[in-house]
């Protein structure tokens, strides 16, 4: 069954200039949809859906985390104080 | 099913602007920006005057055509309205002309503005139909929601990470609430919830209710407003975890000018954070809106340490462009905001409420609050939920037989000669 994750993403200084989305493409079956991004020579922010089997989604995210990309659910914090 | 609010007409995207049916949604789905509740100001400003504001019982619920429910509020309808207190001395202790404290230490039910947001977010959790709500919390939030919960008749479910303080713990227990706690470490218990969030239906009252939730901060600055003499404070401080109660005050006093409550005079928000958990305050000292996340943060100010704030962007522009700025303390620091607060003015506040006080001495020492200015501080939560933090920190009692002897001996004769 296909599901749907909303994504932020934080990439540190030396990977702004890798193509890191089309690796993660062409080496998991997810549908990558970029929704917006802001990236600076420091740092690239950029909200993403991943769409796919819930396996193959958390295996794209262990592997962008593997890489140095922050990953974060949309609801960048769901715990409060 | 109630009538639709002539008032309150959407949710809007925070970036794009696009407008949302009044759901239980968070998120735009173009961008992923956050919604927030957009009113109809010209509906609100002929019945939403002084008078009529001040026929209303002294809740936060007589500025209710500004908070996005509805029908009339069902839960919590008792929150909000707590004293505006005149702090002279610690003005003095402070060096600033004119203070004021707002006191939600003393906000019902669970002593914390927390009640606030929990009491619009419950209030709109049941008219968009749940059964179940929950939330997840290092304290202040899961007691509100638990209890007000319990009060509603609402099954409630509170997550918190596993290894809190005890007394946070029983805070939530006692409404007979499902308290679970989560071993891991924070980034993971985030995704865990946001995805119990998206699975079972539930009201999470700041996940899917965010947009209604976040909105009851509003009310502390209305109160604090009308409490002035309706007018709106040159410098408010505010403590800031994800930083939406300081954006909620920005946007408070600006629909109060808008809607001609209050002369339009310019004011500004400072942000207080604890150093060990302070992204959106050096971000702003650094200059940019971009919100380093805090990986793990280490600070007595618990209810205050959020690393990956889901407002700091909009708090840090709610700042710049009122001309505000950011500070942050030292758990020392802390200890002794809490201490002087207490000392000066009568008032035990909690860790977020230290944090406040010593960002405002240091704002007022560097010069960016004036000397000559008036300035409100935001104490949002009481001290006896957070007593570890300054356990052995406030001296001992002194023991003594129970003798008169004894008594003038080591404490009247000590205490004269000290004097
Ligand atoms: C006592 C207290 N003060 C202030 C805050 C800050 O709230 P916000 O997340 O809206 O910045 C919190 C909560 O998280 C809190 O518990
Ligand atoms: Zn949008």
Same mark, same amino acid.
């Given at each position: 069954?296909?599901?749907?994750?909303? %994504?932020? %993403?934080?990439?540190?200084?030396?990977?702004?200039?890798?193509? !890191? &989305?089309?690796? &993660?493409?062409?080496?998991?079956?997810?549908?990558?949809?970029?929704?917006?991004? @802001? !990236?600076?020579?420091?740092?690239?922010?950029? @909200?993403? @859906?991943?769409?796919?089997?819930?396996?193959?989604?958390?295996?794209?995210?262990?592997? %962008?985390?593997? %890489?140095?990309?922050? !990953?974060?659910?949309?609801?960048?914090?769901?715990?409060?104080? | 099913?109630?009538?639709?609010?002539?008032?309150?007409?959407?949710?809007?995207?925070?970036?794009?602007?696009?407008?949302?049916?009044?759901?239980?949604? +968070?998120?735009?789905?173009?961008?992923?920006?956050?919604?927030?509740?957009?009113?109809?100001?010209?509906?609100?400003?002929?019945?939403?005057?002084?008078?009529?504001?001040?026929?209303?019982?002294?809740?936060?619920?007589?500025?209710?055509?500004?908070?996005?429910?509805?029908?009339?509020?069902?839960?919590?309808?008792?929150?909000?309205?707590?004293?505006?207190?005149?702090?002279?001395?610690?003005?003095?202790?402070?060096?600033?002309?004119?203070?004021?404290?707002?006191?939600?230490?003393?906000?019902?039910?669970?002593?914390?503005?927390?009640?606030?947001?929990?009491?619009?977010?419950?209030?709109?959790?049941?008219?968009?139909?749940?059964?179940?709500?929950?939330?997840?919390?290092?304290?202040?939030?899961?007691?509100?929601?638990?209890?007000?919960?319990?009060?509603?008749?609402? *099954?409630?479910?509170?997550?918190?990470?596993?290894?809190?303080?005890?007394?946070?713990?029983?805070?939530?227990?006692?409404?007979?609430?499902?308290?679970?706690?989560? +071993?891991?470490?924070?980034?993971?218990?985030?995704?865990?919830?946001?995805?119990?969030?998206? *699975?079972?239906?539930?009201?999470?009252?700041?996940?899917?209710?965010?947009?209604?939730?976040?909105?009851?901060?509003?009310?502390?600055?209305?109160?604090?407003?009308?409490?002035?003499?309706?007018?709106?404070?040159?410098?408010?401080?505010?403590?800031?975890?994800?930083?939406?109660?300081?954006?909620?005050? +920005? *946007?408070?006093?600006?629909?109060?000018?808008?809607?001609?409550? =209050?002369?339009?005079?310019?004011?500004?928000?400072?942000?207080?954070?604890?150093?060990?958990?302070?992204?959106?305050?050096?971000?702003? /000292?650094?200059?940019?809106?971009?919100? *380093?996340?805090?990986?793990?943060?280490?600070?007595?100010?618990?209810?205050?340490?959020?690393?990956?704030?889901?407002?700091?962007?909009?708090?840090?522009?709610?700042? /710049?462009?009122?001309? $505000?700025?950011?500070?942050?303390?030292?758990?020392?620091?802390?200890?002794?905001?809490?201490?002087?607060?207490?000392?000066?003015?009568?008032?035990?506040?909690?860790?977020?409420? $230290?944090?406040? =006080?010593?960002?405002?001495?240091?704002?007022?020492?560097?010069?960016?609050?004036?000397?000559?200015?008036?300035?409100?501080?935001?104490?949002?939560?009481?001290?006896?939920?957070?007593?570890?933090?300054?356990? $052995?920190?406030?001296?001992?009692?002194?023991?003594?037989?129970?003798?008169?002897?004894?008594?003038?001996? +080591?404490?009247?004769?000590?205490?004269?000669?000290?004097?």
């Amino acid at each position: 069954m296909n599901e749907k994750q909303r %994504l932020w %993403l934080m990439f540190p200084t030396k990977l702004v200039t890798r193509p !890191v &989305l089309w690796e &993660l493409g062409r080496q998991f079956p997810v549908i990558t949809n970029v929704r917006q991004a @802001s !990236v600076t020579e420091e740092i690239g922010i950029v @909200s993403l @859906s991943l769409e796919g089997e819930r396996e193959e989604i958390k295996k794209a995210i262990a592997w %962008l985390e593997e %890489l140095g990309v922050n !990953v974060e659910p949309v609801e960048i914090n769901t715990i409060e104080g | 099913m109630d009538k639709p609010s002539p008032f309150f007409s959407n949710l809007k995207c925070r970036e794009c602007g696009r407008l949302y049916p009044k759901q239980a949604i +968070h998120v735009c789905d173009f961008d992923f920006g956050p919604l927030e509740a957009a009113y109809d100001y010209d509906a609100i400003r002929p019945v939403l005057t002084r008078a009529a504001i001040e026929s209303r019982p002294h809740t936060m619920w007589r500025y209710r055509e500004l908070l996005p429910i509805d029908g009339e509020p069902t839960v919590g309808t008792q929150v909000g309205f707590t004293p505006l207190v005149k702090a002279d001395r610690l003005a003095r202790a402070l060096g600033i002309r004119e203070l004021y404290v707002k006191n939600d230490t003393v906000n019902y039910p669970t002593l914390s503005f927390k009640d606030r947001v929990v009491s619009v977010a419950l209030s709109r959790a049941r008219e968009l139909g749940f059964k179940v709500v929950a939330c997840a919390s290092t304290g202040n939030l899961a007691n509100s929601v638990a209890a007000n919960a319990a009060s509603a008749g609402l *099954k409630s479910y509170v997550l918190i990470p596993a290894d809190l303080e005890q007394g946070k713990v029983l805070g939530s227990l006692v409404y007979g609430t499902n308290v679970i706690g989560i +071993h891991g470490a924070y980034d993971q218990v985030n995704r865990l919830c946001s995805e119990i969030a998206g *699975k079972y239906g539930w009201g999470f009252v700041n996940v899917n209710l965010r947009p209604y939730y976040a909105e009851g901060s509003k009310s502390m600055g209305y109160e604090i407003c009308e409490q002035l003499g309706w007018r709106i404070p040159q410098h408010t401080v505010i403590p800031m975890a994800s930083g939406s109660l300081l954006t909620k005050i +920005h *946007k408070a006093y600006g629909e109060f000018a808008r809607l001609g409550l =209050v002369e339009n005079a310019p004011f500004a928000v400072y942000g207080a954070q604890a150093t060990g958990c302070a992204p959106i305050a050096h971000a702003m /000292k650094r200059g940019t809106d971009i919100v *380093k996340p805090v990986p793990k943060p280490e600070t007595i100010a618990k209810s205050l340490a959020i690393g990956t704030p889901a407002d700091g962007y909009y708090a840090i522009h709610a700042m /710049k462009q009122t001309g $505000g700025s950011a500070e942050d303390v030292t758990d020392d620091e802390v200890v002794a905001g809490i201490r002087l607060l207490a000392e000066c003015e009568g008032i035990f506040a909690e860790t977020a409420g $230290g944090v406040t =006080v010593s960002c405002a001495k240091k704002l007022i020492e560097t010069g960016k609050i004036p000397r000559d200015g008036s300035a409100v501080l935001c104490i949002t939560g009481h001290g006896l939920k957070t007593q570890e933090a300054i356990a $052995g920190k406030c001296g001992e009692p002194r023991l003594i037989k129970p003798s008169l002897r004894e008594f003038e001996e +080591h404490v009247y004769s000590k205490d004269t000669a000290a004097a």
